[in-house]
């Protein structure tokens, strides 16, 4: 058996989520390999809806297990207020979720540290979700973090106040007072007795050796699924950099992220949403500042699950989605939100870019360039609705068109559309 792998292909958002739910059927593990809580997938079925920041998107089926990999950062007091969501709506995931003993802990005062990096970038801001992700990633690399699996050693409260005293020191060089910052609303001393107690609860959830759990399930012919966060677009090497987040969203994460060797990965299934969206700020060459822009979040629910933001819109970059599709090795491509463009008459799709009169057929270097131009072709709207569309091939022809296009673009086929937030409005080709 191989690890099968399910990512973003855009600026994050595409609704991995949802799609992680519907495939997790065929799956006996689902794994989370990079990212935190600036992640949140949103599932919806039998009415209800659920948003997942740490734990993998399969939780909802008990015969998945679920592991958050060493390569997930995560916040103690992030993961139990989603368990305890998950209890009240009458699951009980610590019996089907498993922990990484490798996967690094986010601190209290790594959220201070984000929150007081983001202020003194001014109006150089990257749009942090302020969870503290990139001073944790950054501890992990300089060799300074905690990992899951101290938290039962001796040493741990020792651990922990010699890398809060470091993180003061730093907060303190930029003379900031830390008394005006809060996390979550509360006061950092409330916020830090309540993650020590998350910390308590933790030692009660199965922590393992997740290398090797998922190395011998392969052996023993069990299917995984890895579930990733974020998109392509915010990589760290191959993002819009610097306005990307601190871990890598590519296929090429799943090795470090889950510790299986390239051999062993399988499919590389790639979402993107039929348009574009982003969070937060960095280069967006087909965003729409406009009453089309508006429209697309309206009708798309465009804000951040995570920081509630107002997403930015605009119109589907080609280039772009080609360029992930190259770095990802990507085998099957699936296209959501298919209906949030129900109402439009006609659609443009961006297939190329001018800088400074020169033709651009692929994705640049610098994104942010002010001379980036988005070029784009005109597509008839299927200006109707999708509901009672059991299959692809039941869709009106302009959208079919539309799908064609795309598909001749990137020379890859896109084997499912979603029509909706339900996991049940799902269309997938035989």
Same mark, same amino acid.
């Given at each position: 058996?191989?690890?099968?792998?399910?990512? !973003?292909?855009?600026?994050?958002?595409?609704?991995?989520?949802?799609?992680?739910?519907?495939?997790?059927?065929?799956?006996?593990?689902?794994?989370?390999?990079?990212? !935190?809580?600036?992640?949140?997938?949103?599932?919806?079925?039998?009415?209800?809806?659920?948003?997942? %920041?740490?734990?993998?998107?399969?939780?909802? %089926?008990?015969?998945?297990?679920?592991?958050?990999?060493? *390569?997930?950062?995560?916040?103690?007091?992030?993961?139990?207020?989603?368990?305890?969501?998950?209890?009240?709506?009458?699951?009980?995931?610590?019996?089907?979720?498993?922990?990484?003993?490798?996967?690094?802990?986010?601190?209290?005062? %790594?959220?201070?540290?984000?929150?007081?990096?983001?202020?003194?970038?001014?109006?150089?801001?990257? *749009?942090?979700?302020?969870?503290?992700?990139?001073?944790?990633?950054?501890?992990? =690399?300089?060799?300074?973090?905690?990992?899951? !699996?101290?938290?039962?050693?001796? !040493? $741990?409260?020792?651990?922990?106040?010699?890398?809060?005293?470091? %993180?003061?020191?730093?907060?303190?060089?930029?003379?900031?007072?830390?008394?005006?910052?809060?996390?979550?609303?509360?006061?950092?001393?409330?916020?830090?007795?309540?993650?020590?107690?998350?910390?308590?609860?933790?030692?009660?959830?199965?922590?393992?050796?997740?290398?090797?759990?998922?190395?011998?399930?392969?052996? @023993?012919?069990?299917?995984?699924?890895?579930?990733?966060?974020? /998109?392509?677009?915010?990589?760290?090497?191959? /993002?819009?950099?610097? $306005?990307?987040?601190?871990?890598?969203?590519?296929?090429?994460?799943?090795?470090?992220?889950?510790?299986?060797?390239?051999?062993?990965?399988?499919?590389?299934? /790639?979402?993107?949403?039929? =348009?574009?969206?982003?969070?937060?700020?960095?280069?967006?060459?087909?965003?729409?500042?406009?009453?089309?822009?508006?429209?697309?979040?309206? /009708?798309?629910?465009?804000?951040?699950?995570?920081?509630?933001?107002?997403?930015?819109?605009?119109?589907?970059?080609?280039?772009?989605?080609?360029?992930?599709?190259?770095?990802?090795?990507?085998?099957?491509?699936?296209?959501?939100?298919?209906?949030?463009?129900?109402?439009? @008459?006609?659609?443009?799709?961006?297939?190329? =870019?001018?800088?400074?009169?020169?033709?651009?057929?692929?994705?640049?270097?610098?994104?942010?360039?002010?001379?980036?131009?988005?070029?784009?072709?005109?597509?008839?709207?299927?200006?109707?609705?999708?509901?009672?569309?059991?299959?692809?091939?039941?869709?009106?022809?302009?959208?079919?068109?539309?799908?064609?296009?795309?598909?001749?673009?990137?020379?890859?086929?896109?084997?499912?559309?979603?029509?909706?937030?339900?996991?049940? @409005?799902?269309?997938?080709?035989?």
């Amino acid at each position: 058996m191989k690890v099968d792998v399910i990512l !973003g292909l855009q600026w994050g958002d595409e609704g991995k989520g949802k799609i992680v739910d519907v495939f997790s059927p065929r799956y006996d593990v689902i794994a989370r390999f990079q990212g !935190g809580p600036n992640a949140g997938h949103t599932i919806e079925f039998d009415g209800k809806k659920f948003v997942l %920041h740490t734990i993998p998107s399969g939780i909802f %089926h008990k015969n998945s297990m679920n592991v958050i990999g060493n *390569g997930v950062i995560i916040d103690p007091v992030i993961l139990f207020r989603e368990i305890d969501k998950l209890r009240e709506a009458g699951m009980n995931p610590a019996d089907n979720l498993l922990i990484a003993n490798r996967a690094h802990l986010i601190l209290p005062t %790594h959220r201070l540290l984000d929150a007081v990096y983001e202020s003194a970038k001014k109006d150089a801001k990257i *749009g942090s979700t302020l969870k503290g992700i990139g001073p944790t990633y950054t501890d992990k =690399y300089a060799r300074n973090g905690i990992r899951v !699996g101290n938290i039962c050693y001796p !040493g $741990f409260r020792k651990m922990y106040e010699s890398l809060k005293v470091l %993180h003061m020191q730093i907060i303190n060089s930029y003379g900031s007072d830390t008394g005006s910052f809060t996390l979550d609303n509360l006061p950092f001393d409330e916020y830090e007795a309540l993650w020590f107690e998350s910390i308590e609860k933790m030692k009660e959830l199965k922590v393992v050796d997740a290398e090797v759990f998922i190395n011998k399930s392969l052996a @023993e012919g069990r299917s995984v699924l890895a579930e990733g966060a974020q /998109g392509t677009m915010l990589d760290v090497d191959f /993002g819009s950099y610097p $306005f990307v987040t601190s871990s890598s969203t590519v296929a090429a994460g799943v090795c470090t992220g889950l510790g299986v060797s390239p051999h062993n990965i399988g499919r590389v299934f /790639g979402i993107f949403k039929a =348009y574009c969206t982003r969070v937060g700020s960095g280069p967006f060459p087909t965003e729409l500042i406009n009453e089309t822009g508006n429209r697309l979040r309206e /009708g798309g629910r465009e804000f951040g699950s995570t920081t509630g933001r107002p997403r930015r819109c605009g119109w589907l970059d080609l280039p772009a989605l080609k360029y992930s599709i190259m770095l990802n090795g990507v085998d099957s491509l699936i296209m959501m939100k298919a209906d949030v463009m129900n109402p439009f @008459e006609k659609l443009s799709v961006c297939t190329s =870019y001018r800088e400074s009169g020169k033709l651009l057929n692929s994705y640049p270097f610098e994104l942010s360039s002010e001379g980036l131009e988005p070029l784009y072709t005109e597509m008839e709207g299927w200006n109707t609705s999708l509901d009672a569309r059991n299959s692809i091939a039941d869709l009106p022809l302009p959208l079919k068109n539309y799908i064609k296009f795309i598909e001749d673009f990137v020379e890859l086929p896109i084997d499912t559309v979603s029509i909706g937030p339900d996991r049940l @409005e799902t269309l997938q080709r035989g």
